[in-house]
């Protein structure tokens, strides 16, 4: 027998071994049960997907509560991370002295350090109240203004008028 | 066509098929039966379940060596081309197309498992396999272990297979245990003839060293 029959034979050895493995059956009834559980699990799936969608997410969280777990936490840290990155400015209240009298803007704490560099100069009507603008001995007939002149707030170097809000 | 698809509709009211609908069912083809199926019906798709799921499971099961996994697996296989089925254009047949389904989901899932301990669960033997005359010749006093038993033989025949590689192991599989052709296997891998009988050469010689007890002395 040369190399060529000799391979040929193993070969065919081989092959029938491993047909041994087509004697390997399912346990007995196997086969009736498995496309009706297919077809169970399709039925399922499809009254699954008339439910709202919100249900059908509190479902998968009920089911799966690690995945609830890591939902939680993820919304947690996205909150965190947010409330980091959109920093709320302070409301300290800035006074500020002009025309004899002092008067504070809510939220102004931003405007020294600003305009650190820049000359900025405010000018206020005299009629508008020595007291300040909070004060209750008269109302401003005239709206006040802030201006600043200087490169820190008017970039082009002109002055701007900012209106004041009235109380 | 037509005229059968509404015999169909008119049919399967419901999901459940009556004894009358699984005879006209049976008679119909997997093309009009995968149009059925398409437009949701659930018995035409269980028809075809009916006439695949033994094939499908059958190469599943070599693939794993595990009855579970592989009852698991074509559960999904099917479940996973019943939601793919708007997309079939029919360019293979739909036995192709599900069993491409069903191999690259057990690949994907040998790859996982091979990274995690398992165990072998294999399905009893036929009673009458032990009288089966191939077997009979292969369990002879020729085998270095004349004595070796049929059972032993299965354990290392499925111990054997797990040896080699995914693709290599789907190959031996639907050539030499579900005995197809090289151009069916051809089909449902992807790939082109001579790469199966490259993989089916290099997979033989494997099992060949690993099963030499088992094997006739030249």
Known sequence: MDMKEQHAQDQEDLRKLISLKRHETPPPGYGDLVSSRIISRLEVDRIARRDPFLWRIFRTLSFRPALSVVYSLVMIALVCFGRDVVEVPSVNTQTFQAGGGSFQIPGASWLRSSTASSQHSMNLPSRVMPGGLMGKRSRPSIQPTLQFTGSGLSPLGQSVRYPLLQP | ?218
């Open chain 2, 1 to 218: 066509m037509e005229a059968i698809t509404r015999k169909i509709r008119r049919d399967d009211v419901s999901t459940a098929p009556s004894p009358s609908t699984a005879v006209s069912l049976i008679d119909l083809d997997d093309g009009c039966l995968v149009t059925a199926s398409q437009r949701g019906e659930l018995a035409a798709f269980d028809e075809l379940i009916r006439r695949y799921h033994s094939r499908i499971y059958s190469t599943l099961y070599h693939m794993t060596s595990n009855h579970e996994d592989a009852d698991d697996l074509t559960q999904e296989s099917f479940i996973r081309a019943f939601k793919a089925l708007k997309r079939f254009k029919g360019d293979a047949s739909f036995y192709t197309w599900t069993y491409r389904i069903a191999v690259n989901l057990t690949i994907n899932f040998l790859k996982k498992r091979h990274r995690r301990a398992y165990h072998l669960s294999l399905n009893d033997m036929e009673i009458h396999a032990e009288n089966h005359p191939e077997l009979v010749a292969l369990i002879s006093n020729k085998t270095p272990r004349g004595e070796v038993r049929i059972h032993e033989l299965q354990q290392k025949l499925n111990e054997a297979m797990l040896q080699l590689s995914e693709t290599h192991r789907l190959t031996v599989t639907l050539h030499d245990i579900q005995g197809m052709s090289h151009e069916e296997i051809s089909k449902i891998m992807d790939c082109n003839v001579g790469t199966v009988r490259s993989r089916l050469f290099y997979a033989r010689q494997q099992l060949q060293v690993y099963l030499a007890d088992y094997l006739p002395r030249p």
